[in-house]
């Protein structure tokens, strides 16, 4: 199975060094994918607030350039979507075709007059997802040289892979990324915060709020006694890392712990070097603990 | 017209009934109708605390027809799109949904404050995607405060800096191949927000 990549705007940017590890770890796995060619902007919460239709076209677009790629293979297309905004987007955006018989005609007459066309036979899946119910967590242990044992990960999954269409975890309390962390010899915690807002945007916009949001969950995992806390978002991996010594500033508590990608701790586990898996781009460096090697 | 911050009583006549009806269409789902004010939504926010109004008591307010209020209220800017009051409510009101419809209606017609930095983010990143199909973080939050308080842009320097050394900021802005496709389909949709993001 080839999957079809969608890895969005941020992994790109900010959230390059996810995009970098992922894909390792999939090289590594003998997961085969290939991009979506010329793939657009999901559209993300921002876009949502100023055009909700037009922001279903920028999704469906997407959509129909993965259909129309992926279907001479003859097979199921499958869009592996690792951010979590084009993540919820993307499927979002399925729904909306499925339940509104209006908003479907819509947009299809609209996607006409591009030259487009989605069928709906795209299924949206999460790189998690694929680890954990195609591969398996014996392949990946299979694969793991250097095991993190003894490593206290706190795994936090952020909104929006989970809320509110979750396909493959749980909505309360997603196990996934503890799972693979867990194959792969590492300690998880069980703490409530998994999915809380990071505050996403909102640390630009309304920084009283949004980074307070973010300095809940640091200070949650760090008295919990965690080492690092992996994400599979790029806007929670910034929010959590970068705005740390500014959090330190305004709340006149230290919070500094690594925020690393799970896919970035994936790759330690595999044996991957530091600049496959983007290391050098953190703000609060990692390395694993000599003690759980 | 509305004042900022003056409370005064509201005389059924001066209500607009067809406000929520309104909000229905634009979301495409009737759910708010269901509401039965139980406060789940408000409980489950991680933000309730600095709204204005809380969800529960705006979605009663908008079902009301409280048109002014609704659309001038802070809560749905608040509203980081987090989910957690639609995956709780008990009668499955898409309320998550209804700030995205508030946002739109108060964008158009223009009852934000000025400079107000989540409006003025999300019509940056509207205006991004029309020009080059994709979003540039850096540029984002550049223009953001550029047109909001040019001073945070000083104090945020230092991340950007340190996201430029360690290659996260891409300084020359994606562009899709296929443009004009992206325009033609966006053209063509029948838009029901953001007549002024338009332009």
């Known amino acids: 199975m080839t999957y079809l990549y969608y890895p969005g705007c941020s992994l790109k940017g900010t959230g390059k060094a996810y995009d970098e590890s992922l894909l390792a770890v999939m090289k590594k796995l003998g997961v085969e994918q290939q991009e979506i060619d010329d793939w657009n902007c999901c559209g993300a919460t921002a876009y949502m607030a100023v055009d909700q239709d037009r922001a279903y076209a920028l999704a469906s677009r997407n959509l129909a350039l993965a259909e129309a790629q992926g279907r001479p293979n003859g097979k199921p297309v499958e869009v592996l979507t690792p951010c979590n905004a084009c993540y919820l987007v993307l499927l979002k955006a399925q729904k909306r075709l499925e339940e509104d018989a209006l908003g479907k005609r819509k947009l299809a007459g609209a996607l006409e007059s591009a030259g487009l066309n989605y069928e709906g036979k795209v299924s949206v899946r999460h790189p998690l997802d694929i680890f954990v119910n195609e591969l398996g967590l014996d392949a990946l242990k299979e694969k793991t040289v250097n095991p993190l044992n003894g490593l206290k990960v706190a795994c936090y999954y952020g909104c929006q892979i989970v809320r509110p269409y979750s396909t493959f975890d749980d909505q309360y309390d997603p196990v996934a990324m503890d799972q693979v962390l867990e194959a792969m010899g590492a300690e998880t915690l069980k703490w409530p915060l998994k999915t809380r807002c990071c505050g996403g945007s909102m640390t630009g916009t309304i920084p009283e709020v949004g980074m307070r949001l973010s300095f809940i969950i640091l200070k949650e995992a760090k008295k919990r006694g965690a080492d690092v806390i992996a994400t599979a978002c790029p806007l929670c991996q910034f929010n959590l890392e970068c705005y740390q010594n500014e959090m330190r500033e305004e709340f006149g508590e230290a919070v500094d712990i690594p925020v690393v990608y799970f896919s970035q701790l994936m790759g330690k586990a595999m044996g991957l070097s530091d600049r496959e898996l983007g290391m050098q781009r953190l703000f609060v460096p990692f390395a694993v603990p000599a003690a759980s090697k | ?199």
């Open chain 2, 1 to 199: 017209m509305y004042e900022w911050g003056r409370r005064r009583i509201k005389y059924e006549s001066e209500l607009d009934p067809a406000f929520c009806q309104t909000l229905i269409e634009k979301t495409g789902n009737d759910s708010i109708r269901n509401c039965i004010q139980c406060g789940t939504c408000s409980s489950t926010c991680p933000v309730s605390l600095y709204m204005d109004f809380t969800p529960r008591r705006l979605v009663a307010m908008a079902r009301e027809g409280f048109h002014d209020e609704v659309l001038h209220s802070f809560t749905p800017w608040i509203c980081a799109s987090c989910y957690s009051c639609t995956v709780e409510c008990p009668k499955e009101v898409k309320i998550t949904e209804t700030m995205y419809a508030i946002k739109q209606m108060a964008m158009d017609k223009g009852v934000h404050p000025a400079r107000f930095p989540v409006p003025v983010l999300a019509r940056e990143f509207y205006h991004q995607v029309k020009a080059n199909g994709r979003t540039n973080e850096g540029r984002l939050i550049t223009q953001l405060f550029l047109k909001t308080n040019p001073f945070k842009l000083i104090k945020q320097s230092k991340i950007g800096m340190k996201l430029f050394f360690s290659g996260r900021l891409d300084v020359i802005p994606q562009k899709i191949k296929n443009i004009t496709q992206l325009r033609t389909l966006l053209k063509a949709v029948n838009g029901n927000g953001g007549g002024r993001a338009h332009s």
